[in-house]
Nanobody
């Protein structure tokens, strides 16, 4: 089992920045891929970014590439999502997930956090 707890969401003006954190505990070695997804009201869950715990492989959606950065701190078992140049369309609940394959597909992600709300105002 892997437990994931997100933090860092909030309200920010367009053009601003936020950093989300995801603290992982449990059998993290069994799910070496950490991903961020988001879901806006009335929309499907959308891939944002993913990273491998033991390497430098990362993957971003086109909608956030160049604005968001995913990183990890293995000593703290924590993954971060630094979000810059935020837009109103980035408003969503952001979820952290742990899985087995570096992919934008949510299916291989076995464990999910409870989500943290990010709201970007004009």
């Amino acid at each position: 089992q892997v437990q994931l707890v997100e933090s860092g969401g909030g309200l920010v003006q367009a053009g601003g920045s936020l950093r989300l954190s995801c603290a992982a505990s449990g059998r993290t070695f069994s799910s070496p891929i950490m991903g961020w997804f988001r879901q806006a009201p009335g929309k499907e869950r959308e891939f944002v970014a993913a990273i491998h715990w033991r390497g430098f492989s990362t993957h971003y959606s086109d909608s956030v590439k160049g604005r968001f950065t995913i990183s990890r701190d293995n000593a703290k078992n924590t993954v971060y999502l630094q979000m810059s140049s935020l837009r109103p369309e980035d408003t969503a609940v952001y979820y952290c997930a742990a899985g087995r394959i570096l992919t934008a597909d949510h299916t291989p992600y076995d464990y999910w956090g409870q989500g943290t709300q990010v709201t970007v105002s004009l």
